[in-house]
């Protein structure tokens, strides 16, 4: 397929030039008059010079789309990592903790001494507006590797059962089940983007700074 779709972009690459070669063959052996050898000429370098330009242009429009690309990815995958980040803190907050560590091991999570308090529930919300606002964004301009999108897909679902949860039924063990997941998910997140080897890379810069 991809093979295909460079064969059509080249079509009119390759007659342009071999358009151009023949105009000026013609104008070497089949014509005497200088003012039409000149014109042909003119004509013929025209048309070798067009797919220079056009190739040139698209190199250059590879490129400029390329870095605004990747200045898009990284800036929303920033933008993202604080999102879960302020996620975590209210869920430190439920589930009784002093800090959250990612990548995340071996969280003790008792269902029975869950702080349900309504203004963690009311700032878990606001991420998540604000999470499945910023995804529906990134799936109109698609940055987001499919990976990236189908693991806070699964979060955003994991945090509306939660909230819903509390909302209607409120069961403790059912909304610690949720959290759990919740939790793991966000870890996979940090793992596919690779969240701890950028944030040794930023320490590193922060501390060739100083």
């Not at 013929?44 to 590879?62: C, G, H, Q, T």
């Not at 800036?75 to 604080?82: A, Y």
């Not at 700032?123 to 910023?134: G, P, S, V």
């Not at 759990?180 to 998910?185: G, I």
Request: charged content about 20%; some cysteine; aromatic content about 10%.
């Amino acid at each position: 397929m991809v093979l295909m779709n460079v064969f059509l972009k080249s079509i009119p690459y390759v007659l342009s030039i071999a358009g151009g070669v023949i105009v000026f063959d013609v104008s070497q052996d089949y014509l005497h008059d200088p003012g039409w050898i000149d014109l042909m000429d003119n004509v013929a370098a025209s048309l070798l010079a067009i797919p220079l330009v056009f190739l040139f242009y698209d190199y250059s429009n590879f490129l400029i789309t390329r870095r605004v690309h990747r200045h898009q990815h990284t800036s929303l995958i920033n933008t993202l990592d604080g999102y879960l980040f302020k996620i975590l803190t209210q869920m430190k907050n439920i589930i009784g903790l002093t800090r959250i560590e990612v990548p995340m091991q071996d969280i003790n999570l008792n269902y029975k001494k869950l702080n349900l308090d309504a203004k963690y529930l009311r700032a878990i919300r606001k991420q998540l507006h604000l999470l499945e606002d910023l995804l529906y964004k990134s799936d109109k301009i698609e940055v987001l590797d499919p990976q990236h999108t189908q693991i806070l897909s699964f979060i955003a679902q994991e945090l509306n059962q939660i909230l819903n949860e509390c909302k209607y039924h409120n069961s403790p063990r059912e909304i610690a089940r949720y959290i759990e997941t919740t939790l793991s998910m966000i870890d996979d997140w940090f793992y596919a983007t690779g969240y701890t080897s950028r944030k040794k890379l930023r320490n590193s810069q922060n501390s060739n700074d100083f």
